[in-house]
């Protein structure tokens, strides 16, 4: 059965939107695990829009199950990495206009960058995944630079207006995933999934993780962070 790993970037951004001390990630992050995540995603971004410093910290010391950190291949994000050791670490595009992460790395055209990265925290004992488009020349590129696993962009099925569109991108991703398997690369899966757009994986296998956020942390606000988690704890076993 496939893993929930579930985004708190969006009670900080509930924090930050009004320069409050909560609603505290790090206690929606202990809700989540109650509820029965598998672990926990944050997103340091450079500008420090949601997720602050403090909150991986105390997050490092919270998460019971896994941490996991997204974050740009930089000199300073790799120093954070090797300060906090997370469980796995997300190397993600990054831009300061985009209101969330618009697309897949590019591991093709960044390859060097992207390369020592992967070097500097396999040297700390990190495990490394690329957020990528599902595009079999970025998987094998992250199989040839030594990724330990991939995690699949999932936006363009989950946006996707037409029938058409979303048959095309989802055969994309089932493509993306098998190629991945087949090159011993973990596979992960997020962006844009949601309570109604989860049922379509149901057979996908070879998908090890969903990485989920927003939906969950909108429903939250209605129901409930354990309530929310566990709802689409629930979704996931019947894939």
Same mark, same amino acid.
């Given at each position: 059965? +496939? ?27 202990? &809700? ?7 672990? #926990?995603? !944050? ?6 829009? =949601? #997720?602050?410093?403090? %909150? ?15 974050? /740009? ?6 120093? #954070?990495?090797? %300060?906090?050791?997370?469980?796995? !670490? ?8 985009? !209101? ?5 790395? %590019?591991?093709?055209? &960044?390859? @060097? ?6 070097? !500097? ?25 030594? +990724?330990?696993? #991939? ?12 029938? *058409? ?14 190629? +991945? *398997?087949?090159? @011993? &690369?973990?596979?992960?899966?997020? =962006? *844009? ?6 049922? /379509? ?19 939250? /606000?209605?129901? *409930? ?15």
């Amino acid at each position: 059965m +496939a893993r929930l790993a579930v985004n708190v970037d969006h009670i900080a951004t509930l924090r930050q939107a009004r320069g409050a001390i909560y609603p505290d990630p790090v206690a929606a992050a202990v &809700l989540a695990e109650i509820g029965g995540a598998d672990g #926990i995603v !944050v997103h340091l971004r450079e500008d420090r829009r =949601h #997720i602050q410093d403090r %909150d991986l910290y105390l997050l490092k010391r919270t998460v019971l199950s896994k941490l996991i950190l997204e974050m /740009a291949a930089t000199d300073e994000m790799l120093s #954070i990495a090797g %300060d906090v050791r997370p469980d796995l !670490v997300t190397l993600v595009p990054e831009k300061r206009e985009e !209101v969330t992460t618009e697309g897949g790395l %590019d591991a093709v055209t &960044l390859a @060097d960058t992207v390369a020592n990265a992967i070097d !500097v925290l396999h040297h700390a004992a990190i495990p490394v995944s690329l957020f990528i488009d599902p595009d079999p020349n970025q998987i094998h590129q992250a199989s040839a630079l030594n +990724a330990d696993m #991939i995690e699949i962009h999932t936006g363009r099925f989950c946006d996707a207006e037409s029938p *058409g569109e979303k048959n095309a991108a989802f055969a994309d991703i089932v493509e993306a995933a098998k190629t +991945a *398997g087949e090159l @011993d &690369l973990g596979v992960n899966a997020g =962006h *844009g999934i949601c309570y109604n757009t989860i049922k /379509a994986f149901k057979g996908l296998t070879e998908i090890d993780e969903f990485s989920i956020g927003h939906s969950i942390v909108a429903r939250a /606000a209605l129901v *409930g962070m354990e309530k929310a988690v566990r709802e689409m704890r629930e979704l996931i076993k019947e894939l």
